[in-house]
């Protein structure tokens, strides 16, 4: 190209982004580039590798709440208007123009959360009156499969409920399906909330692993994007096994805290002979956390006799098993006789009555995470280890189902819970006769998941 020419205009690159992103594009440009870097010696397996994730935020206008209702019922008619018309029209109702006419904007609803919640009631029984229409036996079965009215329906499932006589309620904040399983436009429905060291957004979360070896070029060798909500750690197994599909295991992965556990560090040494670097806390206990009283690390473990024995000398009883956050741990418990009488006991447990008891990893993992813990920095890895991959950005997400070439991972709902509706999901009763609830499918069923983050109630 000539110095004086005057190229393309800048919106072919949005066009060619958009094209990236159909049919996995990216990821085959990604493959093909790390080919070619590999045949000219520019990247090999081995090594060190780093990764990092950010957040990139949804193209999409920020939804409140009662935002999302409104502008989802307001989506669906208009989809039905251009679809269906002649079976729209018996539906509408006079005010519907004014209240549905444009875009949804509401800004602060005058009144507090009561007038929130009547105005989100509002919108809840006009959408309940179309879609109690779209399941009623005589309406076209075509209809029910419409995007926009199916983001409809779950926009009705995760936002109300039905109380004990019959009647449609708005959902307390507290109530909420988990972020991982409710979306926050109707326009983008893989955009999910979500809230890490103080910064809250609505989109997706990217990983990049690149290489960190000195004298050699970083290149970014995989891309992951998920929804946000989904926790770093999940990650770390999917990297592993990608990067060995591809021929480019690292010998050695630098990670932060988030990506790292001692049965993470057995599985990428033990499967893909890598060896996981990265922040492990070996004694989350309130005594080691302060400082004062016996720490983990202050009682002797006999693995052969299955006892741990206390700096005064006593015993433990065999122990019992118990899982916390997905993890089985072995729980050492003491005699509470050899607790209520020891000079100790205020700064060794904060029982009132009860013994000391210390939960720890599986022998293997134990001595993994004493290891690991006792050769990293307790940190956010900025000092002992390698900064994070020079290609993470903060950015828009590109539009279509996949962010990168990567398609996007699901996460796991959990339950919730509130003092003031019903629990996710709702156990209230059907609805009255002749307003059929809608039928629910996998998308508003719950399982269990740890620390999903829950949006605050818009109100």
């Known amino acids: 190209m000539e110095l004086e020419d005057t190229g ?12 990236l992103v159909q049919g996995d594009a990216a990821d085959r440009l990604l493959r093909v580039m790390l080919t070619r870097l590999t045949e000219a010696g520019l990247l090999k397996a081995g090594g060190r590798q780093r990764t990092d994730a950010t957040y990139v935020l949804a193209a999409v206008r920020r939804l409140s709440r009662l935002e999302l209702a ?12 251009v679809i269906a018309p002649e079976w729209l029209q018996p539906l509408i109702e006079p005010e519907w123009d004014k209240r549905y006419g444009r875009k949804i904007e509401i800004r602060k609803v005058p009144g507090g959360p009561e007038a929130v919640t ?17 399941w009623s036996p005589g309406a076209p079965g075509r209809l029910r499969t419409l995007p926009q009215v199916e983001v409809l329906r779950q926009v009705w499932v995760h936002h109300y409920y039905w109380d004990e006589e019959g009647q449609l309620r708005w ?19 893989d955009a999910h909330y979500c809230t890490k060291n103080g910064t809250e957004w609505s989109g997706y979360r990217v990983h990049y692993t690149e290489t ?26 999917q990297i592993h096994d990608e ?16 990506y790292i556990t001692p049965a993470r560090v057995q599985r990428a040494q033990q499967v893909h002979g890598i060896t996981l670097l990265g922040p492990i806390v070996a004694d989350h206990s309130r005594q080691a956390k302060s400082g004062e009283g016996f720490g983990k690390s202050a009682f002797t473990i006999d693995w052969d006799r299955q006892q741990a024995t ?12 118990l899982r916390i956050q997905g993890h089985e741990y072995l729980q050492f418990r003491f005699a509470k006789a050899d607790c209520l009488t020891c000079p100790d006991r ?79 999901p709702a156990t209230s009763p059907a609805p009255p006769t002749g307003s059929p609830k809608h039928p629910e499918d996998v998308h508003d069923q719950a399982a269990s998941t740890p620390s999903v983050p829950q949006r605050p109630d818009d109100s």
């Open 346 to 424: 205020h700064p060794c447990t904060a029982s009132a009555s009860g013994p000391r008891s210390i939960a720890l990893l599986p022998q293997p993992l134990h001595e993994i995470q004493v290891q690991t813990a006792s050769t990293s920095r307790p940190s956010s890895g900025n000092d002992a280890m390698p900064s994070a991959p020079a290609s993470r950005r903060r950015s828009p997400r590109p539009s279509g189902a996949t962010a990168y070439g990567v398609r996007a991972i699901e996460g796991s709902p959990r339950r919730t819970s509130s003092t003031y509706s019903p629990p996710w």
């Open 118 to 134: 009547a105005r989100a009631e509002v919108f809840g029984r006009d959408g309940q009156k179309v879609l109690a229409a779209l």
């Open 70 to 81: 409104g502008e989802s019922l307001r989506a669906a008619l208009e989809e039905l208007a």
């Open 171 to 189: 959902r307390d904040g507290h109530a909420l399906p988990p972020a991982s399983l409710r979306f926050d436009s109707p326009y983008d429905t």
């Open 212 to 237: 960190c070896e000195e004298q050699r070029p970083e290149i970014v060798v995989h891309v992951a994007t998920t929804i946000a909500p989904v926790q770093d750690g999940r990650l770390t197994e």
């Open 8 to 19: 393309f205009d800048y919106s072919l690159l949005s066009d060619f982004r958009a094209r």
């Open 310 to 321: 206390c700096p005064r000398g006593k015993t433990s009883s065999q122990p019992g098993t």
């Open 243 to 258: 990067l060995a599909q591809a021929a480019l295991v690292p010998a050695e992965h630098v990670v932060d805290a988030a």
